[in-house]
């Protein structure tokens, strides 16, 4: 390829190649789009195009790259712990694609500070929530003398340093994708999911770097961060960094018991969820079997009474009156103490909302009241909260020191979220977080899949009036 010159240039999202013909050796990614009658690859091949090239001593020009390089010296607010140093390193040395994976609490945002002064180059923040977006503009601002863009919540605006949501970036990435040379996608277990993962696919970036406590995912799809963003180049987890640099935590599971009532019904239901799967040879344990199970329930009265049957179980396991006595024990004996409530459902939340006078935080909680509710908690105006997902990841909450898990999913990501709300460093501070579980149900399994991390390795087992009633 080095006979004449090449003209490598961005185009909606991809890569193209003019002055080659058809039948010329090519880097492996691009493919011949006979629409345009030229060799066409994904934008994300960028920097292994680039070095091919040089390589191979190609003569090219290189039109496709739009960033530009600045010196940004950071002042930074603290200084780097060893671990954060130890990650950038191992990030550098892998040429600065990489997935660097600290619990929360840890100072995700920190590493990613001095990614940016290392690189140097025009960067491009993905974010989840509009409220992290906010978040980290407030940050760079403080921490860089550059310009911040935003791109999202009503902001169309470009700068050296830009921050944007999975949502956005989707949308304008192929326009704007070759205007960034670093890239980094903070909770990047959000990447591969769906259309997120075209805000990677469609950039150009050289530079990647993805931040995240959790990026296992139930689907198995974080393989997928290597392609998109490169290898996990550093990893250490909360009971690694417990004492020193996150708060000290200990983990108690209470188990309940349910009523007479409570256990009649559930048996009932369960009993015929149960015959409906053996009649049609489902099993759950396969990777199809929920969806089987899904499918049957759609094809007759039968299957939509055993559907029912299975949201009634569940429903009377993840909603005990016995975890209602434990979790009113729990608020009486960590009264002085700022504390999460977790649950699987919003229904749930609003009912303890309801009995124990507690806010109650869900996805339709105005933007302008959740943030009034989490300055009130900030602030020791307001002790306890009670949320199902939306508190899960994006907030800054410090002073919370005790969670209480009343019911969730299997999802091992999610507990250690749930756990990292708790975490981060205060005087004097010990964590605690309290997953209460009924007992003979279903939902024991999903106790046991949730906790398979090594930060619950130390799980003290309690009685319900063991540990509460003293």
Same mark, same amino acid.
């Given at each position: 390829?080095?006979?004449?010159?090449?003209?490598?240039?961005?185009?909606?999202?991809?890569? %193209?190649?003019?002055?080659?013909?058809?039948?010329?050796?090519? *880097?492996?990614?691009?493919?011949?789009?006979?629409?345009?009658?030229?060799?066409?690859? *994904?934008?994300?091949?960028?920097?292994?195009?680039?070095?091919?090239?040089?390589?191979?001593?190609?003569?090219?020009?290189?039109?496709?790259?739009?960033?530009?390089?600045?010196?940004?010296?950071?002042?930074?607010?603290?200084?780097?712990?060893?671990?954060?140093?130890?990650?950038?390193?191992?990030?550098?040395?892998?040429?600065?694609?990489?997935?660097?994976?600290?619990?929360?609490?840890?100072?995700?945002?920190?590493?990613?500070?001095?990614?940016?002064?290392?690189?140097?180059?025009?960067?491009?923040?993905?974010?989840?929530?509009?409220?992290?977006?906010?978040?980290?503009?407030?940050?760079?601002?403080?921490?860089?003398?550059?310009?911040?863009?935003?791109?999202?919540?009503?902001?169309?605006?470009?700068?050296?340093?830009?921050?944007?949501?999975?949502?956005?970036?989707?949308?304008?990435?192929?326009?704007?994708?070759?205007?960034?040379?670093?890239?980094?996608?903070?909770?990047?277990?959000?990447? *591969?999911?769906?259309?997120?993962?075209?805000?990677?696919?469609?950039?150009?970036? *050289?530079?990647?770097?993805?931040?995240?406590?959790?990026?296992?995912?139930?689907?198995?799809?974080?393989?997928?961060?290597?392609? @998109?963003?490169?290898?996990?180049?550093?990893?250490?987890?909360?009971?690694?960094?417990?004492?020193?640099?996150?708060?000290?935590?200990?983990? %108690?599971?209470?188990?309940?018991?349910?009523?007479?009532?409570?256990?009649?019904?559930?048996?009932?239901?369960?009993?015929?969820?149960?015959?409906?799967?053996?009649?049609?040879?489902?099993?759950?344990?396969?990777?199809?079997?929920?969806?089987?199970?899904?499918?049957?329930?759609?094809?007759?009265?039968?299957?939509?009474?055993?559907?029912?049957?299975?949201?009634?179980?569940?429903?009377?396991?993840?909603?005990?009156?016995?975890?209602?006595?434990?979790?009113?024990?729990?608020?009486?004996?960590?009264?002085?103490?700022?504390? @999460?409530?977790?649950?699987?459902?919003?229904?749930?939340?609003?009912?303890?909302?309801?009995?124990?006078?507690?806010?109650?935080?869900?996805?339709?909680?105005?933007?302008?009241?959740?943030?009034?509710?989490?300055?009130?908690?900030?602030?020791?105006?307001?002790?306890?909260?009670?949320?199902?997902?939306?508190?899960?990841?994006?907030?800054?909450?410090?002073?919370?020191?005790?969670?209480?898990?009343?019911?969730?999913?299997?999802?091992?990501?999610?507990?250690?979220?749930? @756990?990292?709300?708790?975490?981060?460093?205060?005087?004097?501070?010990?964590?605690?977080?309290?997953?209460?579980?009924?007992?003979?149900?279903?939902?024991?399994?999903?106790?046991?899949?949730?906790?398979?991390?090594?930060?619950?390795?130390?799980?003290?087992?309690?009685?319900?009036?063991?540990?509460?009633?003293?």
């Amino acid at each position: 390829m080095s006979e004449s010159r090449v003209v490598l240039s961005f185009d909606a999202g991809t890569l %193209v190649l003019e002055g080659v013909a058809r039948e010329r050796a090519v *880097p492996a990614p691009f493919r011949w789009d006979e629409r345009v009658l030229r060799h066409r690859a *994904p934008a994300w091949a960028y920097r292994h195009v680039v070095k091919d090239f040089i390589r191979r001593q190609t003569n090219f020009s290189d039109q496709a790259r739009a960033y530009l390089k600045f010196d940004f010296p950071t002042k930074l607010l603290v200084e780097p712990r060893p671990y954060q140093q130890q990650a950038i390193r191992e990030w550098r040395r892998a040429e600065r694609c990489g997935v660097i994976i600290l619990p929360t609490g840890a100072g995700k945002s920190l590493v990613a500070q001095l990614a940016i002064e290392l690189c140097g180059r025009s960067t491009l923040v993905v974010v989840p929530t509009i409220d992290l977006m906010n978040q980290w503009y407030d940050l760079l601002l403080s921490c860089f003398r550059a310009e911040v863009g935003l791109i999202g919540g009503g902001y169309f605006e470009i700068g050296a340093l830009t921050i944007t949501t999975y949502a956005s970036a989707f949308r304008f990435m192929e326009r704007l994708g070759n205007q960034f040379g670093l890239i980094i996608f903070d909770e990047c277990h959000h990447l *591969p999911s769906g259309i997120h993962r075209y805000a990677a696919e469609m950039s150009l970036a *050289p530079f990647r770097l993805g931040l995240t406590a959790t990026p296992e995912r139930a689907d198995g799809a974080e393989r997928e961060l290597t392609r @998109l963003i490169g290898p996990v180049v550093y990893r250490r987890g909360a009971h690694e960094l417990a004492g020193e640099y996150l708060a000290d935590y200990s983990v %108690v599971r209470i188990n309940v018991r349910l009523g007479p009532d409570e256990r009649a019904a559930y048996e009932h239901e369960r009993a015929i969820f149960r015959r409906f799967l053996q009649e049609q040879g489902i099993e759950l344990s396969t990777l199809d079997g929920w969806q089987r199970f899904v499918a049957a329930s759609a094809r007759s009265e039968q299957g939509r009474r055993a559907l029912l049957a299975y949201r009634e179980s569940k429903r009377i396991a993840l909603g005990t009156n016995g975890k209602l006595r434990v979790l009113a024990e729990l608020l009486q004996r960590h009264r002085r103490e700022r504390t @999460l409530i977790f649950t699987a459902e919003n229904e749930m939340v609003y009912r303890l909302s309801e009995q124990f006078f507690i806010p109650a935080i869900t996805h339709q909680t105005g933007v302008k009241e959740r943030r009034e509710w989490l300055e009130a908690f900030n602030a020791g105006e307001v002790l306890a909260l009670a949320t199902s997902k939306v508190l899960n990841e994006g907030i800054n909450i410090p002073a919370a020191s005790v969670a209480v898990v009343l019911s969730g999913s299997g999802s091992e990501r999610e507990h250690i979220q749930r @756990l990292g709300r708790i975490l981060r460093k205060q005087p004097d501070k010990e964590a605690i977080l309290y997953e209460v579980v009924a007992g003979e149900t279903t939902e024991e399994h999903i106790s046991q899949r949730r906790s398979a991390g090594a930060q619950f390795n130390d799980v003290t087992y309690e009685r319900p009036q063991a540990r509460l009633m003293r």
